[in-house]
């Protein structure tokens, strides 16, 4: 079952997850809208919708295994897996080293055709550590999809075939010039109540 952005969006928006506001983020930079995907994903129905889309894309894919780095990943590669009858993985951490890894007694075989799922695609680094992950046991990725790509189109995923069920743009700004801030606007924290934050 195919899904348009606009639907993903209002998904999305209907379940509190794309907000517009002054906000400041984790990295201290100040932006004018907000995602917590969580609140999409704490929904069973709607994250079914949204992997029904994924799955539906993928279905020529003879995929065997679907695999999402941590923490959502492993909601979505749970669900679509799901969807497409076959096994679910997911990457962590890995135990020493930079990067991600199959734990737990995930095995992946050599030439398995695996696709990479995950919510949020922002730089594009759990998608590609992932398919890394998948890579070094010789396994195949034969697609990486995502919920939202909000890279601007600068993400990258190793060569793969790739798809985003939405892309959206979110701007953030240095606090020193964040326009919002020059028009006195109080700023807050995500998922605190809206309190006077000027500036970091
Ligand atoms: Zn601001």
Partial sequence: MGISPAEVEEIFRAAGAFLDGHFVLSSGRHSPRYLEKFQVLQWPESTERLCAAIAGRARDLRVETVAGPTT????????????????AVYAERAESGPGRAFRRGFQLRPGERVLVVDDIMSTGGSVDETIAAVRAGGAEVVAAAVLVDRSGGSAHTAGVPYFALWEVSIDSYDPLSCPQCARGEPA????????AMKGA
């Fill in 72 to 87: 959502g990943g492993i909601i979505l590669a749970h669900e679509v897996a799901r969807q497409l009858g076959v096994r």
């Fill in 188 to 195: 807050r924290k995500p998922g605190t109540t809206p309190a």
